[in-house]
């Protein structure tokens, strides 16, 4: 099987892969700048952090790259959305990806710069949209993907639905944890595939060991949906704080910022997530997608790509 070439704008990877932008200092500079460099997109997830912090992570990432493509994650959901963008396009970020909403603005904010925008949809209707507004591409997202879900189909079912529907490249996201699951991705029609989760579980990934080893001792019951602020349903792992949610017994926020633009207040999702991700895996969120618990090692993100084109090119 041969690997598709997924063009963004003037963007061309070397390998049609895209990681995952994870928010809250899940993916940072570290983790994007070793993905670009092994020849994919890598996505530094911006939401959850200042501007000061977004600017000094894609710097970081920048002279780490060696020439590599660079993305950033940006929640539209997030009350400082507009700003993250403009400082996002300021820095020259090669492509915005963002999802959790959709905006119209952005495409008008990034005129007159290289930046790439990129939406992520769950509908035909959503992507012929961000067609029609100007995106390169989109990024399809089914319901096995990791942290909050835009729709409850499976990314088997909408991804040819979009395929079919657009002239842009559909990238596919969700559940995808290896070459064979990218191979199967490529049949139904994908130009390329986004893999947040198995990045997770990279040697430049930065989060605590703990919550490393939550992924690694994973099963398959494990992976839950969980009720999040954000209004949106969440993909997680079972702990102590998911069981707390189910029973509507999770922590009131307190000293709240108002990083979302709306949020129901159950208990502080940024906090959650921050807890988790410093290894307090019970007192926090630990998003993962579906298929998790079939990944079982801790690998340089080189390693991975390998390991990912290996599987893909021994794909039937």
Not at 163 to 192: F, R, T, W
């Amino acid at each position: 099987m041969q690997l598709p070439t997924l063009r963004i704008a003037d963007y061309i990877p070397r390998f049609p892969i895209i990681q995952g932008g994870m928010s809250v200092r899940v993916s940072t500079a570290s983790l994007a700048s070793a993905v670009a460099r092994a020849g994919g997109i890598g996505v530094i997830g911006a939401t959850g952090i200042s501007l000061a912090e977004l600017k000094d992570e894609i710097r970081q990432a920048r002279s780490r790259a060696e020439g590599g493509i660079l993305g950033v994650n940006i929640m539209f959901a997030a009350r400082q959305f507009a700003e993250l963008v403009k400082t996002a396009i300021d820095e020259k970020i090669d492509i915005i990806f963002t999802g959790a909403g959709f905006s119209r603005d952005i495409f008008r904010w990034i005129q007159d710069s290289t930046t790439a925008v990129v939406p992520i949809v769950s509908s035909v209707k959503a992507a012929r949209l961000a067609e029609k507004l100007g995106a390169p591409a989109v990024v399809a997202e089914g319901s096995e993907a990791g942290g909050h879900l835009g729709t409850d189909r499976s990314i088997k079912d909408i991804l040819p639905e979009i395929v079919e529907s657009v002239n842009i490249p559909v990238i596919a996201a969700g559940g995808i944890v290896d070459g064979k699951d990218m191979a199967e991705m490529v049949n139904l029609g994908a130009s390329g595939i986004q893999m947040a989760t198995r990045f997770v579980l990279s040697e430049e990934c930065s989060v605590a060991d703990e919550y490393k080893q939550l992924y690694l001792e994973a099963r398959e019951e494990d992976v839950i949906i969980i009720k999040s602020p954000v209004g949106m349903p969440g993909r997680a792992l079972k702990n102590q704080f998911a069981r707390l949610i189910a029973e509507d017994d999770a922590p009131e926020p307190e000293d709240c910022d108002a990083c979302l633009k709306n949020c129901s207040a159950d208990y502080c999702i940024l906090q959650a997530l921050n807890n988790a991700r410093e290894g307090q895996v019970d007192d926090g969120v630990v998003f993962a997608g579906q298929n998790v618990f079939k990944i079982k090692d801790i690998l340089p993100v080189s390693c991975i790509f390998e390991q990912i084109l290996a599987e893909f090119a021994a794909a039937k």
